[in-house]
């Protein structure tokens, strides 16, 4: 199953309602006697504009969407001694990458899982699952804050929006120079009508889909550089056996209960025994603990 994570899927929706946007007002018809659709730099610009705005609207939506999708309570008074020790962990790893103080919270799911988000390295959020809280050791789950503190540190959210806006930019642009040569060609309109729009909505998805594993390469990539962070944050070791943990509810296939669109944001990407490499948010386990082994 494709789960192209909770930040690639608000992309396409806000992509698909620009779309929308454009044929209802009559934009896509005043733009053309512009010249926008003939001069090729003006088309850019106009989907670089779109383009990135969806990214950046992805970005500072995202940990909202976290909480609500979750369910994550925030922890801002403890109630207890694991909730103190879990609100100075994170505390303490802050201060070792030298970032803010980030939002904690705990979210309920069976499966191990913990996640990091936020549009800004000194106002984020990372939050662990009750799962992962109440059958990890204390140095396995400081390893996993870790790994989530090292995304936050390494502006991985940001590098994202950058990336995603670039991808956004051409599925608009190449998206509309297909539709418009298909519109003349095939439905010989020479301004953009139905099967123009039509095209477009189309192209737009599958080029979306295609452009997503330029997202997630990316995304398999900072998994590794977090997993170093966890490792220089904490140990080597212990990062090691947290990932080997996850690794054993993976084989056991232990059933996730975070929403397929937070998979992206998670330390573990899940069981995807069908899935294609091309669009896995993480890398393999195995691969992880052998890059980290390696010291790579």
Known sequence: MLRIGLFLATNIA????????????GLQQYLSTQGVHTNTTALLIMCAVFGFAGS???????KWMAKRSTGTQIITEPSNADERWLLETVAELARKADIGMPEVGIFQAQQSNAFATGWNKNNALVAVSTGLFSRFNK????????HEIGHVANG??????????????????FAR???????????KNDRPGIGYFVTV????????????TIVMAFSRWREY?????????????????????????????????MPDTMTALGISGGWKEHASKLFMTHPPLEERIEALRRGV
């Not at 950046?56 to 995202?62: G, H, R, V």
């Not at 929006?161 to 956004?168: A, E, F, R, S």
């Not at 909505?201 to 452009?211: E, Y």
């Open 14 to 25: 806000v992509l698909m309602l620009v779309t929308a946007i454009f044929e209802i007002f």
């Open 56 to 62: 950046i609207i992805s970005l500072l939506m995202s």
């Open 139 to 146: 140095d396995e789950i400081k390893a996993v804050l870790a």
């Open 225 to 257: 550089r977090a997993d170093a962070a966890g490792a220089h944050l904490t140990t080597r070791g212990a990062m090691i056996g947290a990932l080997q943990k996850l690794q054993a509810e993976t084989q056991a296939h232990v059933p996730s209960e």
């Open 177 to 187: 120079i297909i539709g418009s040569i298909i519109d003349k060609a095939v439905f």
């Open 201 to 212: 909505m189309v192209l737009q998805v599958v080029l979306g889909i295609l452009a997503s």
């Open 156 to 173: 991985d959210m940001i590098t994202l929006t950058l990336i995603q806006g670039v991808v956004n930019t051409f599925v608009m642009f």
